[in-house]
């Protein structure tokens, strides 16, 4: 997403991404009702190993930093890693399951824009606990940020619209809502996308779900977002640290964000961002600084900005 995106694509990967938090999706590791002490040794696992590995191995290097320093280390592992749009819902469009099912999905080797950022902090938080990394405990971290409360209690309890992924994980000290501290004008337009584009979600085919997705979106209608004002970037990029989670804002009518990464400032101290976009296939970090990828969006109206914990 270097550069604007039609608005065919738009709409599509907003669809894939409402679906996930009104974003995106994701590929499972643990495959479709299956236990992870089933699965053998793959791709993902060893990434998990490998990645955790490197972070302790920094940790042993250097003291150990603020946590949203791990966060965009594990990104920069990521880098070369396919994009994938859609994975998250393939169990619905594939038929056979319950309404409001969710069964819990996973990847290391292909993600979206959100997935890619609840890996690299969940890769971060199982590296904090003692002993071999283990899948179960990726499980438990990725479910914890995925869903309200932390319980998945169906599609529904999902997180489907990223600035509740913000205002959610505040709550429960899983996150730092950056928005006011840098100067964030609150957006209180009401969320409706989701509801208003029912056929793009196969989920809210079934009238129940449709009613739960419904009235989640009137909830929010109490909870602003602050966002950074795409003009106000330059003033504030030097307060932005690499590893803080970027949202970027629309004035899409009905919708938050579309499109979510993180904040990466390289050797030479510029902020970029580092995500996995639809357009390039892989994640990687931007050419563009970040005040110059935002003007580069079409219809985006600036940021929202939270910084990862160590929770």
Known sequence: MDSPLSRRELLRSVAVAAAAVALPGRLPALGWGRQPERWGADPDRERLTGWTAALRADRRTHSPGPFERDAIRVGELAAGTPYVPGTLDAYIRGGGSAPGAEPLTLSLTRFDCVTLVEACIAVGRVADHPGPPSWERLGHETERMRYRGGERRGYASRLHYFSEWISDGERRGLVEDRGAELG???????LRFMSAHRASYPALADDGVFREIAAMERRLDAHARRVIPSKQLP?????????DVLAFATDIPGLDVTHAAFAHRGPDGVLRVLHAPLSGGVVEVTRTTLPEY???????????VARPLRA
């Open 235 to 243: 003033a504030v990029v030097d307060r932005i640290e690499s590893g």
């Open 294 to 304: 935002v003007a580069a969006i079409r219809r985006c109206t600036g940021v929202l």
């Open 184 to 190: 964030g004008a609150e957006d209180v337009r009401p």
